[in-house]
């Protein structure tokens, strides 16, 4: 995998651990189910959102925006 894709899978790791207490690299119980919230995924959600917003931010202040 690229490092591109390495660090989007980590982030999504972490999201997942902070909002449905579940770590998605468990390679004990891949197929697990876990219960959640509809809140639990407006969080996921929005912690998502604003990941990008910053990593946007952060790519538009080094110059590597495309606008």
Do not use: K
Request: charged content about 25%.
């Amino acid at each position: 995998m690229s490092a591109l894709t390495d660090e989007r899978i980590c982030t999504l790791s972490e999201i997942a651990a902070d909002c449905f207490d579940v770590d998605m690299l468990d390679a004990d119980a891949p197929e697990r189910r876990v219960l959640v919230t509809p809140a639990d995924i407006v969080r996921a959600l929005e912690s998502a959102y604003d990941m990008g917003l910053v990593a946007g931010y952060q790519l538009m202040r080094a110059g590597g925006g495309r606008c």
